[in-house]
């Protein structure tokens, strides 16, 4: 059974930062694609970041780009969201998400992923 446990999050002011981690077990056997997704308050679920296993290839939502950085220790199982120059507007809960597919041209849609996290929440304050 494949799971998905989210830490990391909290309270912070802006400009400042903060890493989520996403520890998994579970999932054994070929690469796929993992990514960060948001659900602020009153908006819909948004991607944040994606990496695929199997070759470290990375993307990200334009609103992240050059503040958030997404990487994984295959060792550790462990996928991060390394998330600096915090803003207001990145107050949401952050959910982690698996494969089972590389990340290819659908790495930004939530139907792409078969697992999830239960998500950790971010609040960025002025």
């Known amino acids: 059974q494949v799971q998905l446990v989210e830490s990391g999050g909290g309270s912070v002011q802006a400009g400042g930062s903060l890493r989520l981690s996403c520890a998994v077990s579970?999932?054994?056997?070929?690469?796929?694609?993992m990514g960060w997704f948001r659900h602020p308050p009153g908006k819909e679920r948004e991607v944040v970041a994606a990496i695929y296993t199997g070759s470290g290839s990375t993307y990200y939502a334009d609103s992240v780009k050059g503040r958030f950085t997404i990487s994984q220790d295959n060792a550790k199982n462990t996928l991060y969201l390394q998330m600096n120059s915090l803003k207001p507007e990145d107050t949401a809960m952050y959910y982690c998400?698996?494969?089972?597919?590389?990340?290819?041209?659908?790495?930004?849609?939530?139907?792409?992923?078969?697992?999830w996290g239960q998500g950790t929440q971010v609040t960025v304050s002025s």
């Open positions: 998400a698996a494969g089972p597919w590389p990340c290819g041209n659908s790495w930004s849609m939530p139907g792409a992923y078969h697992y």
């Open positions: 579970g999932y054994t056997g070929r690469s796929y694609c």
